[in-house]
């Protein structure tokens, strides 16, 4: 009974509108004949393979989920998954942002980010199988050797064969300093063959048959490796060896020994992983295979931020569908149907509150998303080093906030929208608890959301003395003087202003305490987080409603809407900053004060 519609009207207003990426594109050589036409036309065609494909599968994928063969130690995705995946390779969307060098199409990630959200919306845990292949293939052409990015980038590009990263083991999570898994060289094989010998566990996508090869990238320690995160190494570890012709050869000892029964996303496999000597090589150098491990682990985070988006995006308009629909009591101020026995929920106040809530935090984590994706464009692809050092410098510090700010915001809308639903929301048939229940992962994995807050926090900001937080600050900064003087403007521009002076202010002041006790950055890591997160929001929503002012003249509905949107932001969300920033200001003593045996 759920619906989908991919918000392409919303995607190219960011796209266009506020971020003017045709412009921004033209001037890196690799995207210079790109124009809005075709971005369009892309995400058309991407939108009717979210919504006609994989979101068919979402409810009764849920249902089925995975099922595991003990004797063969493989796993079947539910019913109709393998032959989505079929579809979405032939229709050439892995290679859509990829380098034509390995048989991609080039195009700029800022599409791919898109195309991927509505992927998420549409189907977060089919989109899983795929979705971890970007970041393996990434991981390698940053840090492979030319035989390996020769052997394995191709087949990822195409969408051939998938990836995985196996970090996480029984007794460590984050601490992958912890790490027990083995790599002994291999006598006698090519220099950097080694055999990897381990437990993996939490891996998505580990096994499955989607596809007939899976790439998983392992981390490993070697016999001399020093205790710690400085002695993990990288290793790239193929389901199946490869033949010197390409072909597909032997199986290699790396088994599926079980599935995980979550809570949520039960169509994505999630699996235990043995490794028995299981042949792998070695990615970059030694010892160094967390630093490269990065470049996977990072793209993870911004697709985890792109799955809360997704979904925020789906249940808001699964909730808005049912508030105009169901009849429920009359309005306060008086019917507002009378022809009708009721009025349609959507009438009453709170349930608009738990709607415009969803739409702006979907709104929001859209602008933030694509505005990141430009960023990595344009760090990629530009000539100047000073450019690239910027944009480097901002994805870094924008990270952790989209990967928690926008899954934290999920989880709220989520359960907020299923609120809308009432008593129905708590049906499986609707649809809406899937929603919950998938959203809920996504503030764990890919490194906990307090692990990116102390990411935000620690080392991104008090980690430079907020160079990198005053480039974004400066942004802030440029748009307020523009706009100072715009009456029209001020409900916007003051509040943002006002913000981004407590910001500086809070974040002084928490370096300070920092000083004196590490812990004060562990108790107000997840406030500033927060708080940071709606300075970001509040930007993208003060520019986006500068447009909708210039524009709603149009008769176009959706100007009046998107400034609706934004002033609901301002006046019901952004003050939530208020509180987070008194709660950060508290400090370490109200949560450390109490001995542990009294707990």
């Known amino acids: 009974m759920a619906v989908y519609t991919p918000p392409l009207r919303d995607m190219q207003f960011v796209l266009h509108e506020l971020l003017n990426v045709t412009d921004e594109l033209k001037m890196l050589p690799a995207h210079a004949e790109i124009d809005a036409d075709t971005i369009n036309a892309v995400l058309e065609e991407g939108g009717k393979f979210a919504a006609e494909v994989i979101f068919p599968l979402n409810q009764s994928g849920d249902r089925e989920g995975c099922t595991y063969d003990k004797a063969t130690k493989s796993v079947t995705a539910p019913t109709g998954f393998k032959e989505a995946y079929a579809k979405y390779v032939e229709g050439g969307w892995p290679a859509l942002a990829i ?8 195009l700029p990630i800022v599409v791919n980010q898109c195309f991927y959200e509505m992927l998420n919306s549409a189907n977060q845990a089919w989109t899983m199988y795929p979705g971890l292949s970007h970041g393996a293939l990434e991981c390698l052409h940053a840090h492979g050797t030319e035989a390996q990015k020769q052997l394995y980038l191709p087949k990822l590009t195409s969408g051939e064969w998938t990836g995985t990263m196996c970090l996480t083991e029984p ?11 083995k790599a002994e060289p291999v006598a006698g094989a090519p220099e950097g063959t080694y055999k990897l010998t ?9 096994e499955h048959d989607l596809a007939p090869n899976i790439v998983h990238l392992v981390l490993a320690r070697l016999p001399d490796a020093p205790a710690g995160s400085k002695g993990i190494s990288l290793f790239v570890v193929p389901k199946f060896k490869i033949n010197a012709d390409g072909s597909l050869g032997e199986r290699n000892p790396i088994f599926c020994s079980a599935i995980e029964h979550k809570m949520g996303i039960n169509g994505s496999a999630t699996c235990q992983m043995m490794l028995d000597g299981a042949e792998g090589t070695l990615v970059g150098a030694p010892h160094k295979g967390l630093a490269a491990m990065f470049v996977m682990m990072n793209a993870a985070r911004l697709g985890v931020g792109n799955q809360g988006l997704g979904l925020t995006e789906v249940a808001y308009q699964n909730a808005v569908a049912y508030a105009k629909d169901r009849r429920q009591m009359r309005s306060l101020s008086g019917p507002k149907q009378p022809d009708q026995p009721a009025d349609t929920i959507i009438v009453h106040p709170d349930v608009r509150k738990m709607l415009l809530t969803a739409r702006a935090y979907a709104e929001g984590g859209r602008a933030l998303a694509i505005y990141i994706a430009l960023l990595i464009d344009r760090e990629l692809n530009t000539d100047d080093e000073d450019e690239r050092k910027d944009c480097a410098d901002q994805v870094a510090l924008l990270t ?3 990967k928690a700010f926008l899954t934290d915001n999920a989880w709220l809308a989520t359960s907020h929208c299923m609120q809308v639903y009432g008593g129905h929301g708590y049906i499986k048939e609707w649809g809406m608890e899937q929603y919950v229940r998938d959203a809920r992962i996504n503030m764990i994995y890919e490194g906990t959301n307090t692990i990116q807050s102390l990411d935000l926090l620690g080392r991104k900001v008090l980690g430079d003395n907020g160079a990198k937080l005053k480039k974004f600050g400066k ?4 748009f307020v003087e523009e706009e100072g003087t715009n009456e029209a403007l001020q409900e916007f521009v003051n509040p943002l202003a006002e913000l981004g002076d407590k910001v500086t202010k809070l ?12 812990d004060e950055v562990g108790a107000a890591a997840v406030d500033y987080l927060r708080v940071v997160g709606h300075l970001v929001f509040a930007y993208f929503f003060a520019r986006s409603a500068k447009i909708a002012l210039a524009k709603q003249g149009s008769g176009d509905p959706f100007y009046t809407a998107k400034l609706h949107t934004a002033r609901f932001y301002f006046a019901k969300l952004l003050p939530e900053t208020a509180g987070l920033m008194r709660s950060a200001r508290t400090g370490v003593a109200p949560l450390m004060a109490m001995d542990e045996a009294l707990f």
């Open 99 to 106: 380098e034509p060098a390995y048989g991609g199409q080039g």
């Open 171 to 181: 007794h460590c999570g984050t601490d992958l300093g912890l790490l027990r898994t």
């Open 198 to 206: 381990g437990q993996k566990i939490f891996i998505s996508a580990g």
């Open 400 to 402: 952790p906030i989209v």
């Open 475 to 478: 942004l802030i900064a440029e």
């Open 507 to 518: 974040t002084t002041e928490l370096g300070m305490k920092a000083f004196g006790n590490a």
